[in-house]
């Protein structure tokens, strides 16, 4: 069964910085590029990054670019999202996704539970 | 990375069939045919319907349809039922970034 599994969420202070990690699981994980999306309290969702499946290419929303960087381990499965110099507006449940594709997720087709970030003094 | 335009909502009755617009611009929707469509019931992760623009993943019910003409995709769920009602979020590839239509809620009378 594919899974992909978050965690890492949890409360921190404007600022501060926080690594998201989600393990996959029943797939062949550097064949697919992936994805995190975000869904803040109440609202939509909002795409927030993408990497290619062996990791070369990295894609950003205007709103982390510069804060946050995505990366991914093949040799363990793992997809992570450092998530640096954090604001209130980061707050939101996030969701690891996976791509059908190599090197870019132009679809998502299996999804984490989420892992909820929430930046607060 | 300006969203993608749908509907906040829409509703219809046990067996009827409704249609969710999503609208964006040649840079996006009308500049590929990498729209999807994503289910979200309240407190669960999105569920992908459709990707690019018309094709149904494996399990998805044959009453979920898609389509697109120029920069307006459509989604149409032909013989509602109770458990279609959710929230409902198109997206598009545009110039190497993702994005995310506001979200359709839809009602099931």
């Known amino acids: 069964e594919v899974q992909l599994l978050e965690s890492g969420g949890g409360l921190v202070q404007p600022g501060g910085s926080l690594r998201l990690s989600c393990a996959a699981s029943g797939f062949t994980f550097s064949s697919y590029a992936m994805s995190w999306v975000r869904q803040a309290p109440g609202k939509g969702l909002e795409w927030v990054s993408a990497?290619?499946?062996?990791?070369?290419?990295?894609y950003y929303a205007d709103s982390v670019k510069g804060r946050f960087t995505i990366s991914r381990d093949n040799s363990k499965n793992t997809l992570y999202l450092q998530m640096n110099s954090l604001r209130a507006e980061d707050t939101a449940v996030y969701y690891c996704?996976?791509?059908?594709?190599?090197?870019?997720?132009?679809?998502?087709?299996?999804w984490g539970q989420g892992t909820t970030v929430t930046v607060s003094s | 990375q300006s969203a993608l335009t749908q509907p906040a909502s829409v509703s219809g009755s046990p067996g009827q069939s409704i249609t969710i617009s999503c609208t964006g611009t040649?840079?996006?929707?009308?500049?590929?045919?990498?729209v999807s469509w994503y289910q979200q019931h309240p407190g669960k992760a999105p569920k992908l319907m459709i990707y690019?623009?018309?094709n149904r993943p494996s399990g998805v019910s044959n009453r979920f349809s898609g389509s697109k003409s120029g920069n307006t995709a459509s989604l149409t769920i032909s013989g509602l039922q109770a458990e279609d009602e959710a929230d409902y979020y198109c997206?598009?590839?545009?110039?190497?970034?993702?994005?995310f239509g506001g979200g359709t809620k839809l009602t099931v009378l």
């Open positions: 040649s840079s996006d929707v009308g500049g590929y045919n990498y």
């Open positions: 996704a996976k791509g059908i594709q190599l090197w870019f997720p132009f679809c998502l087709d299996v």
């Open positions: 997206s598009s590839y545009t110039s190497s970034t993702l994005v």
């Open positions: 990497i290619s499946g062996s990791g070369g290419s990295t």
């Open positions: 690019e623009v018309s």
